[in-house]
């Protein structure tokens, strides 16, 4: 085997996040964001290729007769931005696809931590475009690729598609259009003014009376999303609260198991601190890998009896699990 190919100085290295789960396969409810008529392009400027915007290459476009209007990248880039870091991306409900002018289709993974700057961002749109993929820094899972067209090949069987519009006749709350149990494709138009263009649409609707920009049609769109998948989206987020309140109840049991020891005072005081670190880090293993409040006490009671049998009786006996009423729901 060859020898792994180095990175070159343009080529910009990005991680996967991990707080964002994997996108479902097949037909279960997911949300899908189509950025359609995206605006991004590169440019040959020297030796090197840029993407395309009007902060940097005004003259280029007036040379070439185009409106400083219609080449507007950085809508992409907040667009992004706003998808990537909403909760619903998180709870690995939300598929991105980006459709340019251009006729290019990009795939991005929902793990992709997008750029904060749109500097660095333009750097990573010249390396997808020219090499037609982007992979992350230290796995070889690629993070955005050029995939074939047309868009309806990677949308699941039976998807309703949905485009937004100011121009469509009646506004309609996102709200409305979410799904039960079904996955849905949202079309946005990521450029500053004119029509989307896309076919395969099956339906065009206006979700405010006012015009509004593509990172807060997006916003809007997912927030109603969120709203309507609440048990889903939010799950972990109460999980993690219930977890730390049980932890709290933890400790206190773990100052009456000491106050037992140091009471009793058949155990030096080096050895009941050294005890009660374990008994610490047992609550803390126990949280994380089990959802179960029962198991936790029995746990205890195991790590008790071989400290001695006086704690685990005394224990057992005031703070067995059916005694208590603040438990973990079983995962």
């Known amino acids: 085997?060859?020898?792994k190919r180095r990175r070159t100085d343009e080529e910009t290295e990005f991680d996967l996040t991990r707080k964002a789960k994997e996108v479902k396969d097949d037909n279960e409810k997911r949300l899908i964001v189509i950025l359609e008529n995206a605006q991004l392009e590169t440019v040959k400027v020297g030796k090197s290729f840029e993407l395309l915007n009007p902060d940097e290459h005004a003259h280029i476009l007036r040379k070439n007769g185009r409106e400083i209007g219609n080449c507007r990248?950085?809508?992409?880039?907040?667009?992004?931005?706003?998808?990537?870091?909403?909760?619903?991306?998180?709870?690995?409900?939300?598929?991105?696809?980006?459709?340019?002018?251009?006729?290019?289709?990009?795939e991005i993974n929902p793990q992709t931590r997008i750029p904060r700057t749109f500097k660095r961002f333009a750097g990573l749109?010249?390396?997808?475009?020219?090499?037609?993929?982007?992979?992350?820094?230290?796995?070889?899972?690629?993070?955005?690729?050029?995939?074939?067209?047309?868009?309806?090949?990677?949308?699941?069987?039976?998807?309703?598609?949905?485009?937004?519009?100011?121009?469509?006749?009646?506004?309609?709350?996102?709200?409305?259009?979410?799904?039960?149990?079904?996955?849905?494709?949202?079309?946005?138009?990521?450029?500053?003014?004119?029509?989307?263009?896309?076919?395969?649409?099956e339906q065009t609707v206006a979700i405010s009376n006012y015009p509004l920009s593509a990172a807060l049609a997006c916003t809007k769109i997912c927030s109603a999303f969120e709203?309507?998948?609440?048990?889903?989206?939010?799950h972990k987020k109460n999980h993690s609260h219930t977890r730390i309140c049980v932890f709290n109840q933890c400790s206190e049991i773990i100052g009456y198991i000491s106050s037992i020891l140091i009471y009793e005072s058949h155990y030096p005081v080096q050895l009941y601190w050294q005890y009660s670190i374990k008994l610490k880090l047992i609550v803390l293993s126990i949280m994380v890998y089990h959802n179960s409040y029962r198991m936790f006490c029995k746990i205890i009671v195991q790590t008790l009896q071989q400290i001695g049998s006086i704690g685990s009786s005394y224990f057992y006996n005031k703070f067995h699990p059916p005694n208590i009423n603040h438990k973990l729901n079983e995962s």
């Open 73 to 106: 990248p950085d809508i992409s880039h907040q667009c992004l931005l706003m998808l990537f870091d909403s909760p619903l991306n998180r709870a690995g409900l939300l598929q991105v696809y980006i459709h340019t002018e251009n006729n290019v289709l990009i």
């Open 125 to 201: 749109m010249v390396q997808l475009l020219h090499k037609f993929s982007v992979r992350a820094a230290e796995t070889s899972a690629k993070l955005m690729k050029v995939i074939k067209n047309p868009i309806t090949d990677h949308l699941p069987a039976g998807c309703r598609k949905v485009a937004t519009s100011f121009s469509a006749e009646k506004p309609i709350k996102p709200s409305e259009l979410v799904p039960q149990d079904a996955p849905i494709a949202f079309i946005v138009g990521a450029m500053a003014h004119g029509q989307i263009k896309a076919d395969y649409a």
């Open 1 to 3: 085997m060859g020898k």
């Open 227 to 234: 709203d309507s998948w609440a048990s889903i989206v939010f």
